[in-house]
């Protein structure tokens, strides 16, 4: 387990065995991180279906939120998302189910409900479904008696956004690597070097 | 008989992919796409018939059941055997009243019924009549009924009905689980613009080969069948 700050601290650390005089703060290495994480957990969503065919991802990149309240409006019934979404293929962000043993409610394309009312794929084979629309996610109308429960649990995949830097997260060691020096690509000294433009070309000499 | 849901989840499973996955939609569209194929390619032939006793209103119509597709069958129950009412394709459609209800329809010339009729409603002892008539009307979703002279309160309706359904979702014959998953990978390959063509020609023969063994399977040769064929 570790934090956002331990991975920002450890960022802010290796670079200044570089250079002592950098203006970059922990925050700077922190936010870095969190943007680098959701890059990463993105770019293996295609690694893994390319290599693999393999469609998901790991459980531990999942943060689960217990006992969100269902809210109603004039627009159907919602609940608020608890952080930032990622954007991630075929609504692999974020699920959401009644309880941990219950089965999760089907991801929708953010039309669903004017796309299929009357058609007979509106009953989602007797399941509830949702769809997410900003920072809201709303219930699928479906032509059976279905109604959502109180409470639901969500989870969402790789949150860090929102979530607190010193609140302790299951990323694997492998990840936490890759997550580091994506950051110190970001803020390395080599990046920021101007290309020489006199000398990038060796058969223009004259 | 299984459930559509079950069988799209485990393709989804199967294909390694998570079944909590948007793709779910298009996966239960395709589903429910390939059960309409089944039911009319593969499906034995009483799968979808089935039998109910449906009252007569006053005013002389039978509203077709919400899962009616086409008759096959109207009759009354007389005595503990099954009577057709005879297809009457020149019974007027009935007229409104005053208040906007339909009439019953009675014509001139309905004559009693004396004897007794054949599986097709025809009377096989007299020549006077049928029992009954009847006339569907699809633009009402009714049938107009018109007896002959002895009064019935309900006909049996034997139709051709629409899928299953159960708990909200759509049931799938045993043998034609296979059918469904061949298809939907059929359709998968056919819509990649970037697949091979042989993989898209392979999928739609392995479709059309489960439809055949499914066919079979549903429709089985009864001993009756084959002293039906020595006998020709």
Known sequence: MITARTIGQQVLDRLKKFTSDSDITENDCIIACQQALSTIVVQDYYQLKREEGLDGYDGSLYFTWFDQPVKDSEHGKYFDLPATIMSVPHGYAVRIMKNLKSRPYIPLPAGFNGMATGLRVQSLGGNMGFYILGDKGYFAETPGLLTPPENIVIQMLAPVMDVNPDAYMAIPANLQYRVIIECLKQFGVSDQLVADETKDDVDNKG | ?232
Not at chain 2, 34 to 54: P, Q, R
Not at chain 2, 189 to 211: A, T
């Open chain 2, 1 to 232: 008989m299984r459930k559509l849901d079950e069988v799209i989840r485990e393709i989804m499973i199967s294909m390694g992919m998570e079944a909590t996955s948007n793709k779910y939609l298009r996966y239960y569209q395709l589903g429910i796409q390939a059960l309409d194929i089944t039911k009319t390619e593969t499906a034995g032939a009483d799968y979808y018939k089935k039998h109910k006793k449906i009252a007569v209103n006053e005013n002389g119509v039978v509203p077709f059941p919400h899962d009616y597709e086409d008759y096959l069958y109207v009759g009354i129950c007389k005595g503990g055997t099954m009577v057709a009412l005879t297809y009457s394709p020149d019974m007027c459609p009935p007229m409104h009243d005053d208040c906007g209800e339909l009439q019953r329809v009675t014509r001139d010339g309905s004559t009693w019924y004396y004897g007794d009729s054949d599986i097709y409603g025809r009377p096989t002892e007299s020549l006077s009549g049928a029992f009954g008539y009847f006339k569907p009307y699809y633009e009402g979703r009714y049938f107009v009924i018109e007896h002959s002279g002895i009064e019935f309160d309900s006909i049996e309706l034997v139709y051709k009905s629409q899928l299953y359904e159960q708990d909200g979702d759509y049931m799938v014959f045993p043998y034609d689980v296979e059918v469904i998953r061949t298809y939907i990978l059929a359709r998968l390959h056919e819509d990649n613009v970037m697949g091979p063509v042989s993989q898209k020609q392979y999928s739609q023969h392995r479709f059309i080969s489960e439809k055949r063994k499914a066919r079979m399977k549903n429709n089985p040769i009864k001993p009756q069948d084959i002293l039906n064929a020595l006998r020709r």
